[in-house]
Every structure is written in C-alpha cells, then in structure tokens.
C-alpha cells in the first residue's frame, strides 16, 4: 500500500490543456495526483493561412513604431510561417528597426533566438501593464503590430485603437473545438457528480471550450455551481480564469503564469480546500477526493464508500441515520446488474447504504472507525467537537 506523502495523492485532477499537456500531466502525476485528461481545444496549422500572411506583408511594407509579442511559441511560428513564404528576412529587419515589448520572458527569449532585442518587457508579464506603458506615448497615427495567442485580444488591441494608433492584429495560432468532444464531457460530468477534485485550465479557450460543451449536454449551470463548492477551477493566469471569476466561480492562480507555476499553487491549496482531517479512535483520518490517509497510508475509497464517509466526516462523533445517508449515494446504483434510481426502488437504499458501508470499512482495513448504531444509524468512533 502506498504512502499519502505526495501532496496530491488521492486527488483527482482534469488538464483540458491541449499544448503541453503531456508536461502537465506529468508533474501532476509525480505528485501523486491521478490526471484525467480531457483537451478542451486544438491548434489549428498555419502554413496556409491567408490572414497570417496579409499581416505579415503590412508589417513589412512600411515602418512600424511598436510590436508587442505575447508568447514565445506564437511568435517562432510566426517566423517560421514567414521562413515558408520567403518574408523571414525582411521580417526580422523590420522589427530590428521597432520599439518590440515582450510580454514575458518566453516572449523574451524567443526574440532574443532570433537575434533581436526588445526594448521592454512588464515586470507583472501582463498585458494590462503593456498597454499602460504604450498608452503614455502619443500613439495617434502610429503603427502597432500585436501577435495574438489563440483568440482575439479586445483588452490589449482596444485601448490601442481607442489612442489613434493603427493595430495590425497577427493571428500566428488559432484555437477550435477538439474534434472528439467525449473526454471533455466525460470530465464535466465527473465534476458535476464530485469525482474530480480539480480543473486545470491554462487559456481562456479552454475555458471557453469547456462551458460550451458542458451547455450542449444541459450542464453548465451544474458544472459552475460544482466549481463554487467542490471543484477547485485552477487557472494558469487571470485572463484564462476571467470567464470564471465573472461567473462567480473562486479560482486558484500561480504567482507566475507558468505551468510549473500552477502546479504548485494547485499543491498548495487543493489539500487545504478540499482535504478534511479527522482523529478518529487514535487514528489520524484525512479525507481527500477518492481516498483517505490512514496514520500516513494512503487507501484508495470508491465512490459510494467515499460518499457515506463524506457525510459522516461532516457531523463527527454524531449518528447519521441511514435514511439521510441514502440521499448521499450516486444517484444511480447497480443491483443485480440492472440500473435502477432512488426514486423508483426506495426499499433498496437501505441495503445499498449497509453494502457502502461494509466496503467503506474494508477499504478503511478497520471495522472500529465507522461503529454502528443499532435501530439508528451510523457514526465515526469519534467524540463529537464542542457546541
């Protein structure tokens, strides 16, 4: 049996990531979590993209006074979509001549691999700190290249346009749907009935792409609702977690929008969101999403055991009755290998509860720590808290 010392072991995690998902999936995992991957959108090629390559031409044929490049990864493809159509050359020279503002330091690093300098770059690697710095130039009648990443920036181009200048938008990637959809609404049901434990989002498609999908299967209203309360919606940056945060949604955010960065914001607070610590008969009991730490073992619970555990983890030391711990059960149970729902089979809950139970105490390898309280119900083997 393993040990629960990694962070996030017992915790499952959804990534909607679609680039670098792999790397995600991979640092969560070697903190234990169990990764349930689910891309959210796709990038699609440009090597024929017409718009790219009108862009680019504008760019080239006259002078410009500011570029702004927002992503490493956007901004060498859109070199390399030039080094296809024979412009690469004329294209470094003209930013080689402009005020070019990198976003952040992959932004940075990628100008730099191509032999050019930028002249800023915002301590906050936020757009809003960019635009604040253009905005004190007079920018009437100036020329701004903007390299977008995935989808158009109306808070970044706006104000721009809005100060005289002339924005030329270069669209180096473009997101769509995934075209199989069904990993994407397997997680949205999985965080509507509570087995996951958290989201990772790492841009605003993603976001976008997510809601739409669970809309489409009548969900959205459950999946924000699941994020409010026990979901935690874990976002790489405040423009990714806005459509969230403007939905009343509570979001988890790094310092850095990196996705190392995230990771480790998702370490430091999904144990303590969701995580629930208990001493119960001597031992020491901590609840996460499909399992329990018992005096430092990790033991694995599945769902309908998890469940009446939950409920009786939320009045310790009190008798639930079996009656309020059927409410608690999926709401769909297997008997005999026929579905069948609540509603139409009450007589059966009652089983089902002493059946979650039985296995509740199997997986705990204890049958001391949930007792049994004839004619009345069930508690954990805890003195009840004060008041």
Not at 118 to 139: F, I, M, N, T
Not at 177 to 188: A, E, F, I, K, Y
Not at 256 to 266: D, E, K, N, Q
Request: charged share 25%; aromatic share 4%; proline share 6%.
């Amino acid at each position: 049996m393993s040990t629960g010392s990694e962070p996030l072991a017992g915790f499952a995690v959804g990534v909607t990531a679609a680039r670098r998902h792999e790397e995600l999936a991979a640092l969560l995992e070697r903190r234990g979590a169990r990764v349930v991957h689910a891309p959210a959108i796709r990038l699609i090629p440009l090597s024929d993209d017409a718009e790219l390559l009108e862009a680019t031409r504008a760019c080239i044929e006259r002078p410009l006074d500011h570029a702004v490049v927002t992503t490493g990864v956007g901004f060498r493809a859109w070199l390399e979509a030039a080094d296809g159509w024979g412009l690469r050359e004329a294209l470094i020279g003209r930013l080689a001549e402009t005020d070019l503002v990198a976003r952040g330091p992959k932004a940075r690093g990628a100008i730099r691999s191509a032999g050019l300098r930028e002249r800023w770059s915002p301590e906050s690697e936020g757009c809003a700190e960019v635009v604040e710095r253009l905005l004190e130039k007079d920018l009437r009648g100036a020329r701004v290249a903007v390299q977008l990443y995935g989808e158009q920036q109306p808070e970044l181009t706006g104000p721009l346009r809005a100060a005289g200048a002339e924005v030329i938008e270069i669209p180096v990637y473009r997101w769509a749907r995934t075209d199989d959809s069904t990993p994407l609404r397997r997680l949205v049901g999985q965080a509507v009935a509570g087995t996951v434990d958290a989201i990772t989002f790492t841009s605003a498609p993603t976001v976008a792409a997510t809601l739409a999908v669970a809309a489409e299967d009548a969900l959205e209203g459950p999946l924000l609702e699941a994020m409010r309360t026990h979901v935690v919606a874990a976002c790489v940056g405040p423009v990714t977690a806005r459509a969230l945060t403007g939905r009343g949604v509570p979001t988890v955010q790094p310092e850095r929008v990196r996705i190392g960065a995230l990771v480790r914001a998702l370490v430091s607070d999904l144990p303590e969101l969701r995580a629930r610590r208990l001493l119960v008969r001597g031992f020491s009991l901590e609840l996460r999403g499909h399992a329990v730490v018992l005096d430092g073992r990790l033991r694995p619970i599945a769902p309908a055991p998890m469940a009446i555990l939950r409920a009786l983890a939320r009045r310790p030391g009190h008798v639930v009755s079996r009656a309020e711990l059927c409410g608690v059960l999926p709401s769909r149970l297997v008997v005999g290998g026929t579905p069948w729902s609540r509603d139409a089979r009450p007589q059966a809950d009652e089983h089902a509860v002493e059946m979650a139970v039985a296995r509740l105490r199997r997986g705990l390898g204890s049958a001391g720590i949930v007792e049994t309280v004839v004619k009345r119900g069930y508690r954990l083997a805890c003195d009840p808290p004060d008041g």
